[in-house]
Nanobody, 120 residues
């Protein structure tokens, strides 16, 4: 089972970026998925999660109104649209998948991460 995150890069503050997380090895169309991030010198933190069909989402306060999570179950892929990026959004972003369909507290599969760097 692999979760392949991509789409990271170097952008300026105020720019937008879209991350993708493609799953392989099994389908996650019935599973909740999420994005976490870890900034340099800090612990990993929750960013956003989505349930199996997109009917329920949960966002960290720090990204509400700027980030949007979505999923395409036919492609076994989840996306993170990040708008109005700030310097403090700089981090390695990880996608994760749960074994359940609803948004849980913990996740069971993790991707390798993609680096997002926001410059001034």
């Amino acid at each position: 089972v692999q979760l392949q995150a991509s789409g990271g890069g170097l952008v300026q503050a105020g720019d937008s970026l879209r991350l993708s997380c493609a799953a392989s090895g099994r389908t996650f169309s019935s599973n909740a998925m999420a994005w976490f991030r870890q900034a340099p010198g800090k612990e990993r933190e929750f960013v956003v999660a989505i349930d199996w069909n997109g009917s329920s989402t949960r966002y960290a306060d720090s990204v509400k109104g700027r980030f949007t999570i979505s999923r395409d179950n036919a492609k076994n892929t989840v996306y993170l649209q990040m708008n109005t990026l700030k310097l403090e959004d700089t981090a390695v972003y990880y996608c994760a998948a749960a074994l359940v369909s609803y948004i849980p507290q913990t996740y069971d599969y993790w991707g390798q991460g993609t680096l997002v760097t926001v410059s001034s």
